[in-house]
């Protein structure tokens, strides 16, 4: 019997025991939703910037916006990484494990610096939002990149689940943001002097 397939995990695997062509349009659509939504975040910034002085504050950006610019790309990252015609798990798992350190250590910068700031007491949601859940899907990544050659179909899910919920994290905090500075504005307007 002659049989190229090799086990999963060695150098040089047979590109059928790497199922990605199966998830293309998936990756597709992820992909494409970041890259829209990544756009779409540059009008939030012309608001911010077209809001005034008080809107937002250097750390308030690199707290609040930046981190959505960045979960944006990840997600579309991740769905180029899984695009690419791999023939081996390493370069999979390579790809991956270098993305979900990254994103990973970004959102432990990103709680530093929101316990830091002051124009904004933060609540459960924010929390969990701009904190928890990002390290739940950069931890996903990068776990799967360990996994993914042991158990490939396992790690397709968990990794196609990191770039969903990227691609969610990011639309609510893109919403979030918008609707308080939204507010903010109100509030502004309200407490000017008639005259």
């Keep these: 019997m002659n049989d190229d397939r090799v086990a999963f995990g060695s150098m040089t695997a047979d590109p059928t025991l790497l199922p990605l062509h199966e998830w293309e349009s998936f990756y597709v659509i992820i992909g494409t939703s970041a890259a829209a939504l990544t756009g779409l975040m540059f009008v939030v910034i012309a608001v911010v910037a077209d809001a005034g002085p008080r809107a937002a504050t250097p750390l308030g950006i690199a707290t609040f916006i ?37 994103g990973f250590v970004w959102s432990l910068l990103v709680w530093c610096g929101a316990r830091r700031v ?61 609707t308080h500075l939204i507010l903010q504005r109100f509030r502004r307007e309200q407490e000017k002097p008639e005259g």
């Design 66 to 102: 930046t981190p959505t610019i960045v979960h944006f790309c990840g997600a579309l990252l991740i769905s180029a990484i899984i695009s690419a015609p791999w023939h081996e798990h390493s370069g999979v798992q390579v790809a991956l494990g270098a993305c979900g350190i990254i």
């Design 118 to 178: 002051d124009t904004y007491s933060m609540v459960f949601e924010d929390w969990a939002w701009h904190v928890a859940l990002p390290l739940v899907a950069y931890g996903a990544t990068l776990a799967t990149a360990i996994i993914f050659a042991r158990a490939t179909e396992l790690g397709l899910f968990m990794i196609g689940g990191a770039a969903t919920l990227l691609v969610f994290i990011g639309i609510h905090n893109a919403w979030d943001t918008i």
